[in-house]
């Protein structure tokens, strides 16, 4: 069953096209952000985090983006995947305290 | 496998039942929270312990009562359950507050309290 809410903002892409999913976040003194992904029945697991001192930061078929200047944060996904379809969140860390956003739905269209 | 455990999967209560939600870990995390997640909200913190022995509240603790005796248990106790604690209440755990990167999440329970 579904563990994440049912009134979360969707997105629809293609397989094998890029995915972009974005996250405003509300404290400029925030010095750590993280992107999880949280699959239907699952616990959120890590995908990729970035420190507030760097822009950008890849891994494998993901990017993290980070504008300071809006307080914005955003993953991209290249050439999704079925197996991508999942609510999407971000967090942002304090000193020791945590943050989440309550996440976005990526739907993953055949 | 390593990881977080969490029991049970799936719970009804009454109102004015209590409950304790498992939650055990084998990584040798100092570490420990327990957070409820609601629809289209994130994830909100309900206590956390820093070692055997340490717990704090977190940013919705009213209702809630934890203990750490071990360092691989977490116990979440729900003194007289509410409609209003019917959630997925999900246990993590890190080597540190300070390794972020290393927060496991363990698979969830979800509670409905009639």
């Known amino acids: 069953g579904e563990s994440v809410g049912l009134h979360l903002p969707t997105l629809s892409v293609q397989e094998g096209d890029n995915s972009i999913i974005n996250c405003a976040y509300s404290?400029?003194?925030?010095?750590?952000f993280i992107w999880y992904k949280q699959e239907s029945g699952k616990g959120p697991q890590f995908i990729i985090d970035?420190?507030?001192?760097?822009d950008k930061r890849q891994g494998q078929r993901v990017t993290v983006l980070l504008n300071k200047t809006v307080k914005h944060l955003s993953l991209q996904i290249a050439a999704t995947q079925p197996g991508d379809s999942a609510v999407y969140f971000c967090?942002?860390?304090?000193?020791?305290?945590?943050?989440f956003g309550p996440g976005t739905r990526l739907s993953v269209l055949p | 496998n390593a990881g977080v455990t969490q029991t049970p999967k799936f719970q009804v209560l009454k109102t004015g039942q209590s409950m304790t939600l498992q939650c055990a870990q084998d990584?040798?995390?100092?570490?420990m929270s327990w957070y409820r997640q609601d629809p289209g909200m994130g994830l909100r913190l309900i206590h956390y312990s820093v070692g055997a022995g340490i717990t704090d509240q977190g940013e919705v603790p009213n209702g809630y009562n934890v203990s750490r005796s071990t360092t691989e248990d977490f116990p979440l106790r729900l003194l007289s359950a509410a409609p209003s604690q019917t959630s997925v209440y999900f246990c993590?755990?890190?080597?540190?507050?300070?390794?972020?990167?290393?927060?496991?999440f363990g698979s969830g329970t979800r509670l409905t309290v009639v």
């Open positions: 990584m040798n995390h100092e570490y």
């Open positions: 993590a755990s890190s080597y540190s507050l300070d390794r972020v990167d290393g927060y496991t």
């Open positions: 970035i420190r507030s001192n760097m």
């Open positions: 967090a942002e860390i304090y000193g020791q305290n945590f943050v």
């Open positions: 404290n400029s003194a925030s010095d750590y």
